[in-house]
C-alpha cells in the first residue's frame, strides 16, 4: 500500500545544531508539503514542492530549507535550531494534476530544541 | 489578512447531533476542506467544499456558503470514536491551504 512516512518520529536537539526531518512518500505525488503545528494554531506552511528540483517557501519558512532531488523525499532542515522550532512537524502530499485535491499526512515528528 | 475561525472546543453526548462551525476571510478561495486528526495522530480528509450547498458522506456532512464566509460540519449518531479534533482549511487564490486552529471535540456517554 502507499504511503507517507517521516522520521525520526521524535527529537530533541539543542538550540544551535543543524536538524534534518525526512519524509519520504510511495504515492508518486508531484505536490509535497511541510507544516508545523502548535497549541493554538492551525497548520502552518513552512515549505512546499509541486516537483523535482521545485521547492517554495511557505507562510513560516524562516530558518527551515528543503531540496527535491526526487519524487518520493523532501527532506526538511533546520539550519540552526532555535527554541522557537520546538513543535510538531508534518509532511504531506498531493496529486499534481488538480491543486485541490486532499492532502495525505506523514504521521508526524515531534521536535524538541533545548 | 487571512483568518479562519472556528470553536476551540465543543462536547457533546453519544448518539447525539453536532455541528462544527467554521468562518473564513481570505484572499480567493478555491474550495473548502475538513480533516479529522485524532490526539498524536496526523490530519485525514474528512470533505472538501468548492460549491454553495450541502455534502453528505455517511454520517458526516458539510455545508459551505461563499457569499458568507462560512461552512459547518454536521456529526450525526455520535460515537465516542468521533472524539477529535476537526479542522477547518481554505484553499486560497495561490491554491495554498490556510487552516485554522481546529475544534476539539469531546464525547460524552
Known amino acids: 500500500d502507499a504511503e507517507i512516512t517521516q522520521s525520526p518520529r521524535h527529537k530533541i536537539t539543542e538550540t544551535g545544531r543543524q536538524v534534518t526531518l525526512a519524509c519520504h512518500q510511495t504515492w508518486n505525488h508531484n505536490n509535497m508539503f511541510w507544516y508545523r503545528q502548535d497549541l493554538g494554531h492551525g497548520l502552518r506552511l513552512i515549505h512546499y514542492?509541486?516537483?523535482?528540483?521545485?521547492?517554495n517557501k511557505g507562510e513560516v519558512s524562516d530558518g527551515y530549507s528543503v531540496s527535491r532531488s526526487n519524487t518520493e523525499d523532501l527532506p526538511l532542515t533546520l539550519e540552526s535550531a532555535a527554541s522557537s522550532q520546538t513543535s510538531v512537524y508534518f509532511c504531506?502530499?498531493?496529486?499534481?494534476?488538480?491543486?485541490?485535491?486532499?492532502?495525505?499526512f506523514g504521521p508526524g515528528t515531534r521536535l524538541t530544541v533545548l | 489578512g487571512q483568518n479562519i475561525d472556528q470553536p476551540t472546543e465543543m462536547t457533546a453526548t453519544e448518539g447525539a447531533i453536532v455541528q462544527i462551525n467554521c468562518t473564513y476571510q481570505?484572499?480567493?478561495?478555491?474550495?473548502l476542506f475538513w480533516y479529522q486528526q485524532h490526539a498524536g495522530e496526523a490530519p485525514t480528509f474528512l470533505s472538501y467544499n468548492v460549491l454553495d450547498g450541502l455534502e453528505e458522506k455517511g454520517r458526516f456532512s458539510s455545508f459551505l456558503s461563499r457569499s458568507k464566509g462560512y461552512s459547518y460540519l454536521l456529526l450525526k449518531e455520535l460515537q465516542m470514536k468521533d472524539s477529535a479534533s476537526y479542522l477547518c482549511?481554505?484553499?486560497?487564490?495561490?491554491?495554498?491551504?490556510?487552516w485554522g486552529a481546529g475544534t476539539k471535540l469531546i464525547i460524552k456517554p
Open positions: 514542492s509541486y516537483g523535482v528540483q521545485d521547492t
Open positions: 481570505t484572499s480567493g478561495f478555491n474550495g
Open positions: 482549511a481554505v484553499m486560497d487564490s495561490n491554491y495554498q491551504l490556510i
Open positions: 504531506a502530499s498531493s496529486m499534481a494534476s488538480e491543486p485541490y485535491n486532499e492532502q495525505f
